[in-house]
T-cell receptor, first 114, second 116 residues
C-alpha cells in the first residue's frame, strides 16, 4: 500500500534561517506523482509543486527548492531565507495514475519566528 | 482569474439541522472533489465527481451527500449534522486529460462548519 510520511510534526525556526521539510513515501509502482501543498492559517490548500516519478531533476522556485530522490523515496522541500509569511502547515502528497485519490502525509506545521 | 470558490467561508448550524455547502469553479475542470479536514489532520476525501459520475469513498457516512448539477457547481449536503461533523470542508477540482487520468488538484478556500 502507498504511504506518505512526514516525520516532522512541527518545526520552529527564526526568520531568515533555511529550513527543510522531509517527505518519505512508500510504493511499489513505477509511475506516480508527488506534490507539496501549503496551508496557511486561512485554510486554503495552495498547490506548490508537482513532480512525476520519471523526473528526478531538482527544482527551484525563488526561495523554494525541492529535492526528489527515488533511491531513498524522498521528496524534501527546502525554504531558503525563511520569512514569517512562510508560517503554515505543509503537506506532502502522493498520487498514482490508476487511483482516484491522492494520499496526503499528516503535514508539518512550520513556525517562522520574527 | 480562474479559481475554485466556496461559499460560505463559515457556516454555523444546529445539531441535526440539514446544511448545504457550495463549491463553484471557473477552471472548467471535469473532476470535482469534497474533502473533510479536522483540526491538525490531513484532508480526507469524502467523494468525487468525474463529470456526472459520482464516486463515494467506502468510509464516507451516509449522512453526507453530494450533487453536481453542472460542470461548474458541486454541493455537499449534510443531512443531519452531528458534533463530530464540525470541520473544514474543502472542495478541489482537477482536469482529466486522457493520457494522464488526473492532473493537479486545485483547492478552494474551504468552509469551516460549526455544529452547535
Amino acid at each position: 500500500a502507498q504511504k506518505v510520511t512526514q516525520a516532522q510534526t512541527e518545526i520552529s525556526v527564526v526568520e531568515k534561517e533555511d529550513v527543510t521539510l522531509d517527505c518519505v513515501y512508500e510504493t511499489r509502482d513505477t509511475t506516480y506523482y508527488l506534490f507539496w501543498y501549503k496551508q496557511p492559517p486561512s485554510g486554503e490548500l495552495v498547490f506548490l509543486i508537482r513532480r512525476n516519478s520519471f523526473d528526478e531533476q531538482n527544482e527551484i522556485s525563488g526561495r523554494y527548492s525541492w529535492n526528489f530522490q527515488k533511491s531513498t523515496s524522498s521528496f524534501n522541500f527546502t525554504i531558503t531565507a525563511s520569512q514569517v509569511v512562510d508560517s503554515a502547515v505543509y503537506f506532502c502528497a502522493f498520487w498514482m495514475n490508476r487511483d482516484d485519490k491522492i494520499i496526503f502525509g499528516k503535514g508539518t506545521r512550520l513556525h517562522i519566528l520574527p | 482569474d480562474a479559481m475554485v470558490i466556496q461559499n460560505p467561508r463559515y457556516q454555523v448550524t444546529q445539531f441535526g439541522k440539514p446544511v448545504t455547502l457550495s463549491c463553484s469553479q471557473t477552471l472548467n475542470h471535469n473532476v470535482m472533489y469534497w474533502y473533510q479536514q479536522k483540526s491538525s489532520q490531513a484532508p480526507k476525501l469524502l467523494f468525487h465527481y468525474y463529470d456526472k459520475d459520482f464516486n463515494n469513498e467506502a468510509d464516507t457516512p451516509d449522512n453526507f451527500q453530494s450533487r453536481r448539477p453542472n460542470t461548474s457547481f458541486c454541493f455537499l449536503d449534510i443531512r443531519s449534522p452531528g458534533l463530530g461533523d464540525a470541520a473544514m470542508y474543502l472542495c478541489a477540482t482537477s482536469r482529466d486529460s486522457g493520457t494522464l487520468r488526473r492532473e493537479t488538484q486545485y483547492f478552494g478556500p474551504g468552509t469551516r462548519l460549526l455544529v452547535l
